[in-house]
């Protein structure tokens, strides 16, 4: 086991210096079954390369910064076992669909615009004084978001999209699903400040379901489930009588 | 500006491959999807063309029925049956319904929908059948 070797080909770019990412291979020891890909990539960082760039924080899968496509697919690298890929060399690569800043470092500029443009908080017309209580909420009322609500802007589901990748003026999965998320919330009165931003062009009607987003969300937060019901609910709306409701 | 201002960082733009949709099952099948679409559009556009052409009398009309058109009606068969078969199993995730405040679960909503399917098919080759005699 002391012998087993594991070989990480990790994306390098700088952007001072080369033209385009390149792939460099280290050969590291493979010396526990519980290690992740991430741990591969702090112990080249500490013990062969330090100036290996890439985002993580939490080592657990709750903070969403370690995503990264490795073999191809985007990952959590937190929760990526490189017992599921040896004796076969591991590669690492920046998120697909988004500019790449240096080696394993993707600029996420745009996911935080589109975050911020569907208002990803609770809005009421009238605040409620804090004197006046908890706003209680049923079981049920909570089943209607919390699975919407696990999203961690991981943006696994934008690297999975094609369609974000082929036009990425498209709002995309996690942003339409957390939306949604707050829509269902029983305490929010914001689905009309939300509608323009997602049911644009830009928005859920741009995306043709090709379900990959849902594929390979670490979370089962189902983003493409999100982003078929509300075009559901945005026609009914427009079809209904009186669907123009709050 | 000043002239002290920096310049952006330089960031090395993604591109989407051509080929990106052979590089994943999920791609591929979600292709061959919108792909069923295409010889189902052409068909039902040859079909309004034999509904003209039958308009003009009995006398004058003989449907096609060239064995290149034949092969091409069955193809386009197994295309709109594997659309219809993956757009009613997807409206089991679109379609959301509650009974006593109580969501209804997907699968018995894909049943429904197949279910539905099958009477409508029914129905419809029934009527075809009687006109037809």
């Known amino acids: 086991?002391?012998?087993?070797?594991?070989?990480?080909?990790?994306?390098?770019?700088?952007?001072?210096?080369?033209?385009?990412?390149?792939?460099?291979?280290?050969?590291?020891?493979?010396?526990?079954?519980?290690?992740?890909?991430?741990?591969?990539?702090?112990?080249?960082?500490?013990?062969?390369?330090?100036?290996?760039?890439?985002?993580?924080?939490?080592?657990?899968?709750?903070?969403?910064?370690?995503?990264?496509?490795?073999?191809?697919?985007?990952?959590?690298?937190?929760?990526?076992?490189?017992?599921?890929?040896?004796?076969?060399?591991?590669?690492?690569?920046?998120?697909?669909?988004?500019?790449?800043?240096?080696?394993?470092?993707?600029?996420?500029?745009?996911?935080?615009?589109?975050?911020?443009?569907?208002?990803?908080?609770?809005?009421?017309?009238?605040?409620?004084?804090?004197?006046?209580?908890?706003?209680?909420?049923?079981?049920?009322?909570?089943?209607?978001?919390?699975?919407?609500?696990?999203?961690?802007?991981?943006?696994?589901?934008?690297?999975?999209?094609?369609?974000?990748?082929?036009?990425?003026?498209?709002?995309?999965?996690?942003?339409?699903?957390?939306?949604?998320?707050?829509?269902?919330?029983?305490?929010?009165?914001?689905?009309?400040?939300?509608?323009?931003?997602?049911?644009?062009?830009?928005?859920?009607?741009?995306?043709?379901?090709?379900?990959?987003?849902?594929?390979?969300?670490?979370k089962g937060v189902d983003p493409a489930k999100a982003i078929q019901q509300t075009k559901l609910d945005t026609t009914m709306r427009f079809v209904l009588p009186y669907g123009n409701r709050d | 500006m000043t002239t002290e201002a920096q310049a952006a960082p330089r960031e090395y733009r993604w591109r989407m491959p051509a080929n990106w949709w052979t590089r994943n099952r999920h791609y591929f099948l979600y292709v061959v999807r919108e792909f069923t679409v295409v010889p189902i559009a052409l068909w039902l556009l040859w079909l309004l063309v034999e509904i003209k052409r039958a308009g003009d009398g009995p006398a004058r009309y003989s449907p096609h029925g060239s064995a290149a058109f034949v092969v091409f009606s069955v193809i386009t068969l197994v295309f709109a049956l594997y659309h219809s078969y993956t757009f009613l199993s997807l409206a089991g995730v679109i379609i959301h319904f509650k009974v006593l405040d109580r969501p209804l679960p997907s699968r018995l909503i894909v049943l429904a929908q197949f279910a539905l399917w099958a009477v409508a098919s029914v129905v419809v080759g029934f009527v075809l059948i009687w006109f037809a005699r």
Not at chain 1, 30 to 38: A, G, H
Not at chain 1, 49 to 67: E, H, K, T
Not at chain 1, 108 to 133: N, S, V, Y
């Open chain 1, 1 to 218: 086991m002391a012998d087993k070797r594991i070989t990480i080909q990790a994306t390098r770019y700088d952007p001072d210096k080369d033209e385009r990412p390149r792939l460099q291979s280290y050969e590291i020891p493979f010396s526990d079954d519980s290690m992740v890909v991430l741990d591969a990539l702090n112990y080249i960082k500490s013990e062969v390369d330090g100036s290996l760039s890439y985002r993580w924080s939490c080592r657990m899968g709750i903070c969403g910064s370690c995503g990264m496509m490795v073999n191809g697919t985007p990952k959590l690298t937190c929760n990526a076992f490189l017992r599921d890929y040896w004796p076969r060399p591991v590669v690492v690569e920046p998120l697909n669909n988004f500019p790449v800043i240096r080696d394993l470092v993707i600029d996420m500029d745009d996911f935080m615009h589109k975050l911020k443009a569907i208002k990803p908080w609770i809005i009421r017309r009238q605040e409620i004084p804090l004197g006046a209580g908890e706003h209680r909420q049923t079981n049920e009322q909570i089943d209607d978001f919390r699975q919407f609500s696990q999203c961690i802007n991981c943006m696994l589901c934008y690297a999975a999209c094609p369609v974000y990748g082929l036009n990425n003026e498209f709002l995309g999965p996690a942003a339409i699903a957390l939306a949604r998320r707050y829509n269902l919330d029983s305490r929010d009165q914001g689905l009309k400040q939300r509608l323009p931003v997602i049911a644009d062009n830009e928005g859920v009607w741009e995306c043709s379901f090709v379900g990959e987003c849902s594929v390979v969300c670490p």
